[in-house]
């Protein structure tokens, strides 16, 4: 499936071939869909990975423009990552600026331990990620998170859903349409298509990460 065979689909499913009105809304229809199945659908291919470096004395990193959910924060010495490598974990912001109430103190026998998305006024929400304590040193870190894919459009024509959910991403986009249309009478059978799938899909992750956890005798 590519952009340019959805839309053909959404237009000969709807039986609206003649309708310019119609045809017009269809991109709306697709974009839609994509950021229903962002926020519902959960596969490791949306799953990514940026490095950068604590700033000593300094509590907060930024998140990267894509990024939806935080999956992990680890962080190793000044020079790699992977020594002494220390994985943090995910509090809330009140409970992070309750342990470390100073933020702008820093101390070596204090390590960073936890982290929460920071919730400030007049900052934007979700623009950064607070680290608590406070880092005292330039540790290199690593954030792995789930990221947006680009959307499809008549310019970029494929993505990871029209590659791998595309059953998903018609049934999404399709609902769109149908809602638009007022089609009552199609609307259950749809969303009973796409939740079939979207489960289906979220099962098949599931078990990939369940797989990942069983141990394995080597004989």
């Known amino acids: ?12 499913y709807a039986n609206r071939g003649g309708s310019i009105e119609f045809a017009a809304s269809i991109p709306y229809f697709i974009e839609m869909g994509q950021q229903k199945i ?3 659908l959960n596969t490791t291919g949306f799953q990514k990975a940026v490095d950068g470096s ?6 907060t990193i930024s998140k990267p423009a894509d990024w939806q ?13 992977f020594t002494n490598n ?8 009140e409970f992070c600026i309750n342990y470390w109430p100073n933020a702008d103190t820093a101390t070596i026998d204090n390590p960073p331990l936890f982290y929460a998305d920071k919730i400030q006024p007049n900052i934007k929400p979700y623009d950064r990620i607070y680290i608590s304590p406070t880092p005292a040193q330039n540790n290199v870190y690593r954030l792995i998170y789930n990221g947006r894919p680009d959307l499809i459009t008549e ?7 029209t590659d791998y959910y595309p059953d998903l991403l018609f049934y999404a986009a399709f609902l ?16 009973k298509l796409y939740q079939e799938s979207l489960t289906s899909a979220n099962n098949l992750t599931k078990d990939r990460y369940i797989d990942r956890s069983v141990k394995r005798d080597i004989g």
């Open 86 to 93: 220390v994985i943090l974990f995910p509090r809330s912001y």
């Open 69 to 81: 959910e935080t999956i992990s924060l680890s962080y190793g010495t000044t020079e790699s990552l």
């Open 176 to 191: 769109e349409a149908l809602i638009y249309l007022k089609d009552d009478q199609r609307m259950p059978v749809y969303t």
């Open 38 to 40: 962002w926020k519902e």
């Open 155 to 161: 310019d970029n024509q494929t993505n990871i859903l």
């Open 1 to 12: 499936m590519n952009y340019n065979t959805l839309v053909d689909q959404i237009i000969a």
């Open 54 to 59: 604590f700033q000593a004395n300094n509590a």
